[in-house]
């Protein structure tokens, strides 16, 4: 990008007009301190005249935006028919407001610095075009009570996030599912985990601890993994009964 710029002719203010940026963001892009969405890249190459020369590294640049234990999964959620995905500990990325998601962030420890809360805000909004999809993949997701009760980011922040979940619980291809916690029986108690199909039907499931990954891909693992799933959907609440319940925490808020 730096080498077309200069090519040009332009200064990195006149360039950031063009794509939407201020000169400084323009210089994190260049010094590969801030990952460019896919969007902003297109811009650019239109912008510095260079006929698919920045395009062309979409595909890389845009895995480049997630932490190296998530690429893989990134990936596969592009290529979805269904995916099923059981949380205990917080909203489901996917399904994260921005503000719920700079709270998330700005409490990891050791902290993380405010280039890379910003690159993993542009990544994890750029997943949730998975629900505009066509044809649409199959959304299922559980989470436990506790999830909701949790006031991350203060209470607006989780006002927010409980409007947004009521939103898209309404559109047709996703169900959202929670756990009460006065259940007596919950097959999730291993922890959180995603089952995703592929167009081909190939299973995997993806699971993670810290900042680690697993990704299983054998049939030994992957169908008790969806067995799993279906049981925890029998013994979580309705997806009516569900936005019953968030919509009364959201009154009681």
């Known amino acids: 990008m730096k080498t077309l710029r200069v090519r040009a002719g332009m200064e990195r ?27 902003t890249i297109d811009k650019a190459d239109e912008a510095l005249g260079a006929e698919g020369l920045l395009t062309v ?3 890389q640049v845009e895995r480049a935006q997630y932490p190296v234990f998530f690429q893989g999964m990134a990936a596969l959620e592009k290529e979805a028919v269904e ?24 409490m990891r420890r050791p902290p993380l610095d405010q280039e890379t809360i910003e ?3 542009t990544a994890r909004l750029a997943r949730q075009y998975v629900f505009d999809r066509r044809p649409s993949p199959l959304l299922s997701f559980v989470m436990d009570e506790a999830v909701l009760r949790h006031r991350y980011g203060g209470k607006d922040v989780v006002r927010g996030q409980m409007e947004h979940l009521l939103l898209i619980g309404e559109k047709r291809n996703v169900e959202i599912q929670i756990m009460p916690i006065d259940c007596e029986d919950n097959a999730g108690v291993n922890g959180p985990f995603t089952v995703v199909t592929r167009k081909d039907g190939k299973k995997f499931v993806y699971s993670e601890t810290h900042a680690s990954s697993t990704l299983e891909t054998e049939s030994e ?15 979580a609440l309705a997806p009516r009964e569900s936005l019953e319940l968030i919509e ?6």
């Not at 323009?26 to 301190?33: P, Y």
């Not at 994260?96 to 962030?105: F, G, K, V, W």
């Not at 009364?248 to 808020?253: A, Q």
């Open 13 to 39: 203010e006149e360039l950031g007009r063009r794509i939407g940026y201020s000169a400084s963001t323009v210089a994190s892009f260049e010094q590969g301190r801030r990952i460019p969405s896919p969007r």
């Open 57 to 59: 590294w979409k595909e």
């Open 83 to 106: 995916l099923l995905m059981y949380d205990a500990h917080v909203v489901n990325g996917l399904l994260q407001t921005e503000e719920y998601m700079r709270a998330l962030l700005a």
């Open 119 to 121: 690159q993993r805000v």
């Open 221 to 235: 693992q992957t169908v008790p993994a969806a067995a799993r799933y279906g049981i925890i959907r029998s013994q």
């Open 248 to 253: 009364g925490l959201l009154g009681s808020l």
